[in-house]
């Protein structure tokens, strides 16, 4: 029992002397809590723009909390309900509606009205909306992006293949052709195995190719799925299409354990967001590559829009130092560093999408003018505050299709009406 008392003297009197503890902060000077999410990278990028922010406003000093992805909701709603919430923090958008709808964001209409510096003009129309609930304007965007297509250049010139770039600005860049890329960059070795797959495809298409079909999978509204119409149903066929009739992307079992990448050249095209630029920087060393905007369909073209909203606590005690530095963060100069320099998301002004400082790369993604395109052709999720509650349902319909599972008609059937299900039902 002594030994016991006696380790945990020892233990607490460590803990004294080496846990951290807070800097004294000098008088007039305000500290600001802030939190998101990101890896190494995005670390070193957000205490750049902290770095920067505090030179042009020294009375305030920000402290940043990076949370894993995987961790950050889970702590987000422990101190939002329990109102230890930071002053500022990064919510994606899919939770944005929900958060909004239980009051715990300040509303920015003011600050916008009295500030000249902030002009939603200078903002493309979709990344200001983005940022409203209910008549009310509560988050700035940032790493806002849409979903293309990063292709290995490489692998497209071996096949003798027209780069999808090129068939893109002469309007060509179908479905059709898509398709014929990834057959012809499918190659199976002489033991029977694919050594390389055309196209690795995320659940998340369904979105891009219902719309590309003439379908919808939501009402605009989001209060009722509607996936069981013609054009849902040929797209949900044409992804189901593309790994069980054509082959052209793993299933799960082959790439268990991330057997196929696009970073290896064991995959040529694959859909992403912006966001993820920067990784394949870092770990592409052996071919070329770039983006492309995602096909057309019978229905036209259109890209899935998406960001995240950067928000102020309504509980805060420090909202103007809180508006500043929100003001900062989505200013020209900080999206050069992020959207331009570091390509952590599609810029969000007006301004910058035209300079060629953003529009110029001295390496992949250079065809960066892509990105402009999707603000004139790209459509936002529906998404509502209902959203987190119909998603496993779809989520697991669309498993069983591309488990070959269920027909296309049966999933869109049974996904609608267990969906509707949940949408007539009361929120809790």
Not at 18 to 42: C, D, K, S
Not at 50 to 62: G, M, N, Y
Not at 73 to 95: E, I, N, W
Not at 281 to 309: C, T
Request: a neutral charge; charged letters at 25%.
């Amino acid at each position: 029992m002594k030994w016991a008392l006696g380790l945990l003297f020892v233990t607490a009197a460590a803990l004294w002397l080496f846990t951290a503890r807070p800097e004294p902060v000098p008088p007039g000077v305000t500290v600001l809590r802030y939190m998101a999410w990101g890896n190494p990278e995005q670390l070193a990028a957000e205490q750049e723009l902290i770095d920067e922010f505090t030179r042009r406003h020294p009375a305030i000093r920000v402290k940043l909390t990076l949370v894993p992805g995987s961790a950050y909701y889970q702590k987000l709603q422990v101190m939002l309900a329990s109102g230890t919430a930071p002053d500022v923090f990064r919510c994606d958008h899919y939770q944005f509606p929900a958060y909004a709808q239980r009051g715990y964001f300040l509303p920015l209409d003011e600050f916008v009205q009295r500030d000249p510096d902030f002009r939603y003009a200078d903002y493309f129309d979709q990344v200001i909306e983005e940022g409203r609930h209910a008549g009310r304007f509560y988050g700035v965007n940032t790493l806002f992006g849409a979903r293309v297509i990063y292709y290995n250049k490489d692998l497209f010139a071996r096949a003798g293949l027209t780069d999808p770039y090129v068939l893109y600005r002469r309007g060509e860049w179908t479905v059709e052709q898509f398709l014929d890329a990834a057959q012809r960059l499918t190659v199976t070795g002489h033991n029977g195995i694919v050594e390389q797959f055309g196209v690795l495809v995320h659940p998340l298409e369904v979105w891009t190719f219902a719309w590309g079909f003439g379908g919808e999978i939501l009402t605009p509204d989001g209060s009722r799925c509607v996936a069981d119409q013609p054009g849902t149903v040929q797209a949900l066929q044409f992804l189901r299409d593309l790994r069980h009739r054509w082959h052209v992307t793993p299933t799960p079992a082959e790439n268990a354990l991330s057997a196929y990448t696009f970073e290896s050249g064991r995959i040529a095209m694959v859909f992403d967001w912006a966001g993820a630029a920067p990784r394949y920087r870092q770990h592409i060393r052996n071919f070329d590559w770039d983006i492309v905007s995602i096909p057309s369909g019978p229905a036209g073209r259109h890209p899935m829009l998406k960001g995240n909203q950067l928000l102020i606590y309504r509980q805060t005690r420090a909202p103007e130092a809180a508006w500043q530095f929100l003001k900062f963060y989505v200013s020209r100069d900080a999206e050069a560093l992020l959207c331009g320099r570091l390509r952590r998301a599609m810029t969000t002004r007006r301004d910058l999408a035209a300079a060629e400082e953003y529009l110029r790369s001295d390496r992949p993604p250079r065809q960066n003018d892509v990105w402009i395109d999707q603000y004139a052709i790209g459509r936002p999720l529906p998404i509502t505050a209902r959203w987190s509650d119909w998603q496993a349902e779809w989520n697991r319909a669309f498993e069983l299709l591309m488990l070959n599972r269920l027909s296309p008609e049966e999933m869109a059937r049974e996904a609608a009406t267990r969906i509707n299900a949940i949408l007539a039902e009361e929120p809790y």
